[in-house]
């Protein structure tokens, strides 16, 4: 099979694997929360296409990720493994992100250099930005990620950051995963318009 987008039969079934997998893990930690083994989910699922492009992006072991939480499959997809995320969702000590402190959900892993986020939304942002300002004064050439969805676009972190990340050049990609609503909040109860045409006006490079 001759290469589909400048990826080899063996990549593109890895990604499809990537998939299936995120959504197994998301319909049994739906089972483990409903048995009280765990206290918080929310997932991946209808996100896994979109988090795994941009996880093969990504330099592993080399560039930063500050996921928010339903970038299960994108965390798949940098090489945390299915065990690792439920030794997180079970707060279990072999929990590489926090040793079972961190909320589930809340993904890290130091050797992938992914970030654990913040429970409060948003917060992420500014951490990027930072991440990659430093990255940029040491002159290397890794890039960071940052994600949420498109309800976190209202608060005000999202726009210092961008803004931020625009003036300095930072290398900074901001994933916006808009599945339409914020928990059960419309977009159109939020922006005017999409993601895209609202943050259109900052100078991107």
């Known amino acids: 099979m001759a290469k589909l987008h ?5 990549q593109i079934l890895d990604i499809y694997k990537n998939m299936v997998t995120s959504r197994k893990l998301d319909e049994k930690m739906l089972v483990l929360l409903k048995q ?12 896994e296409a979109a988090q795994l492009a941009a996880a093969n992006l990504m330099k592993q072991y080399q560039d930063w990720s500050f996921p928010y939480y339903r970038d299960g499959a994108f965390c798949l997809g940098l090489g945390m493994s299915a065990k690792e995320q439920l030794l997180s969702f079970l707060a279990r000590a072999d929990d590489p992100n ?18 654990s986020q913040s429970s409060p939304t948003g917060t992420q942002f500014l951490q990027a930005v930072g991440c990659a300002l430093a990255r940029k004064m040491d ?20 726009h210092e950051a961008i803004n931020w990340a625009s003036n300095a050049k930072a290398s900074v990609i901001f994933h916006i995963q808009d599945n ?25 490079g």
Request: charged share 20%; net charge positive; aromatic share 12%.
């Open 6 to 10: 400048g990826y080899s039969k063996n």
């Open 36 to 47: 009280g083994k765990s206290f918080f989910h929310i997932g991946a699922s209808g996100h």
């Open 98 to 115: 926090s040793g079972g402190r961190q909320m589930p959900q809340h993904y890290g892993h130091k050797k992938l250099r992914i970030v």
């Open 139 to 158: 002159k290397t050439n890794e890039i960071v990620y940052v994600s949420s969805g498109e309800g976190t676009t209202s608060q005000g972190d999202f």
């Open 180 to 204: 339409e609503y914020a928990i059960s909040t419309h977009r159109s109860d939020q922006t005017a318009d999409t993601i895209y045409s609202m943050t259109a006006g900052y100078k991107n």
